[in-house]
C-alpha cells in the first residue's frame, strides 16, 4: 500500500531559534506595573504589540504607555493592534497617563499611540498634554515619544513634538522595498520627511525598522543611508515575528551575527546609537538612547 501525500498539506514552519527565547512575566515590579496600568485603565504597546521583552522590562518598572485608544485606523501586514473605527478619545488620558508615571516613578518614560487618520489634528493635542502633565507631576522624568505617520500634516507634527520630550521617534518598520506589502497605508518618503522635520525642529531624533521579511542585506544599508541623510541620531533593528496566522509569516529568522554586522555598519554611517538583535524593540533599553 502506497501512502499517497494529502492535496492540504502544507510545509512546516521554520520553528524558532534559540537566541529568539524570552523570559516570562515574573516577579513583584512586574505585578505591580501591571496593576497600575489596570487600575488607571490605560493601554501599554508591551501588550497590544506582544512585545517579546514585557517581562523583562515590566520587572524593570518600566513600560511603554499607548495614548488615543488601543484601535489603529491603519491595517498594516506586521501589527498586532487592532484596527477598525476606533472611538472617541478620551480626554482624561492625559492625566491618568501622568499620575501612572509619577506612581512608578519612572526615570524614563515612553509614549506611543495608534494612528488616529480620523482626526483633523492626528491627535496631536491630546500627545500635547499627555508630555506637559507628565512634565509638571515628573520635572525629572525624560520623555521619549514614538509618535505616528502625520500623513503630511506638519502643524500637527509641531504641536506633537513641542510639548517638551527629550527624544521623537518615528518607526520607519521597513526597507523601502517592501513598504507596499508591509506598510500599504505608508509612503517610505513621507516618514523620512518626518525625520527630518523632527530634526530640524531641534529634537533629538530614532527610528526603528524590522528584518526577517524578505528584505536584503544592501535594502538594510540603503535604508540606513536614507536615515543617515535626513538626520536621524539613534536606529534600532529588531527580528519581526509573526504576530497572527493573520499576519505576514516571518521570511527569515536572521542570525545574531548578522545584526552585528548591521550595527557595525550604522556605527561606521556616523549614527550616535544603534541597537541591533534579534529581541530589539524600538522602545527596548530606551533609557541609553538619550
Same mark, same amino acid.
Given at each position: 500500500?502506497?501512502?499517497? !501525500?494529502?492535496?492540504? @498539506?502544507? %510545509?512546516?514552519?521554520?520553528?524558532? %531559534?534559540?537566541?529568539?527565547?524570552?523570559?516570562?512575566?515574573?516577579?513583584?515590579?512586574?505585578?505591580? $506595573?501591571?496593576?497600575?496600568?489596570?487600575?488607571?485603565?490605560?493601554?501599554? +504597546?508591551?501588550?497590544?504589540? /506582544?512585545?517579546? /521583552?514585557?517581562?523583562?522590562?515590566?520587572?524593570?518598572?518600566?513600560?511603554?504607555?499607548?495614548?488615543?485608544?488601543?484601535?489603529?485606523?491603519?491595517?498594516?501586514?506586521?501589527?498586532?493592534?487592532?484596527?477598525?473605527? =476606533? /472611538?472617541?478619545?478620551?480626554?482624561?488620558?492625559?492625566?491618568?497617563? *501622568?499620575?501612572?508615571?509619577?506612581?512608578? &516613578?519612572?526615570?524614563?518614560?515612553?509614549?506611543?499611540?495608534?494612528?488616529?487618520?480620523?482626526?483633523?489634528?492626528?491627535?496631536?493635542?491630546?500627545?500635547?498634554?499627555?508630555?506637559?502633565? +507628565?512634565?509638571?507631576?515628573?520635572?525629572?522624568?525624560?520623555?521619549?515619544?514614538? +509618535? %505616528? @505617520?502625520?500623513?503630511?500634516?506638519?502643524? *500637527?507634527?509641531?504641536?506633537?513634538?513641542? *510639548?517638551?520630550?527629550?527624544?521623537?521617534?518615528?518607526?520607519?518598520?521597513?526597507?523601502?522595498?517592501?513598504?507596499?506589502?508591509?506598510? !500599504?497605508?505608508?509612503?517610505?518618503?513621507?516618514?523620512?520627511?518626518?525625520?527630518?522635520?523632527?530634526?530640524?525642529?531641534?529634537?533629538?531624533?530614532?527610528?526603528?525598522?524590522?528584518?526577517?521579511?524578505?528584505?536584503?542585506?544592501?535594502?538594510?544599508?540603503? +535604508?540606513?543611508? @536614507?536615515?543617515?541623510?535626513?538626520?536621524?541620531?539613534?536606529?534600532?533593528?529588531?527580528?519581526?515575528?509573526? =504576530?497572527?496566522?493573520?499576519?505576514?509569516?516571518?521570511?527569515?529568522? $536572521?542570525? %545574531?551575527? &548578522?545584526?552585528?554586522?548591521?550595527?557595525?555598519?550604522?556605527?561606521?554611517?556616523?549614527?550616535?546609537?544603534?541597537?541591533?538583535?534579534?529581541?530589539?524593540?524600538?522602545?527596548?533599553?530606551?533609557?541609553?538612547?538619550?
Amino acid at each position: 500500500m502506497i501512502d499517497l !501525500p494529502i492535496a492540504n @498539506d502544507k %510545509p512546516k514552519r521554520e520553528k524558532k %531559534p534559540d537566541w529568539l527565547r524570552v523570559k516570562l512575566p515574573i516577579g513583584e515590579d512586574y505585578k505591580r $506595573v501591571r496593576k497600575l496600568v489596570d487600575e488607571y485603565k490605560l493601554h501599554t +504597546i508591551c501588550q497590544s504589540g /506582544n512585545c517579546p /521583552n514585557m517581562g523583562e522590562c515590566w520587572g524593570a518598572g518600566t513600560a511603554t504607555f499607548m495614548i488615543l485608544g488601543n484601535v489603529c485606523t491603519r491595517s498594516c501586514s506586521f501589527c498586532a493592534v487592532k484596527t477598525g473605527r =476606533p /472611538n472617541e478619545y478620551d480626554e482624561d488620558e492625559p492625566r491618568r497617563v *501622568a499620575e501612572a508615571i509619577q506612581l512608578m &516613578q519612572v526615570k524614563h518614560a515612553v509614549i506611543t499611540s495608534v494612528n488616529r487618520d480620523e482626526l483633523k489634528d492626528r491627535g496631536a493635542e491630546i500627545w500635547y498634554q499627555t508630555v506637559r502633565g +507628565i512634565k509638571e507631576l515628573s520635572p525629572e522624568t525624560t520623555i521619549e515619544t514614538l +509618535i %505616528p @505617520d502625520v500623513r503630511g500634516n506638519w502643524e *500637527a507634527l509641531e504641536r506633537m513634538i513641542s *510639548a517638551g520630550q527629550e527624544v521623537v521617534s518615528h518607526n520607519m518598520e521597513t526597507v523601502e522595498r517592501l513598504y507596499r506589502k508591509v506598510r !500599504p497605508q505608508g509612503k517610505y518618503k513621507r516618514s523620512l520627511e518626518e525625520i527630518k522635520r523632527i530634526k530640524d525642529y531641534g529634537k533629538r531624533t530614532k527610528t526603528g525598522f524590522m528584518v526577517g521579511l524578505g528584505e536584503t542585506e544592501e535594502d538594510v544599508m540603503e +535604508i540606513l543611508r @536614507d536615515l543617515k541623510e535626513v538626520g536621524c541620531d539613534v536606529v534600532t533593528i529588531g527580528q519581526y515575528l509573526q =504576530p497572527t496566522k493573520m499576519h505576514l509569516e516571518v521570511a527569515e529568522f $536572521v542570525h %545574531p551575527d &548578522q545584526f552585528l554586522k548591521y550595527k557595525e555598519a550604522g556605527m561606521e554611517m556616523g549614527f550616535d546609537f544603534v541597537e541591533s538583535g534579534p529581541l530589539v524593540r524600538s522602545s527596548y533599553h530606551a533609557e541609553r538612547h538619550l
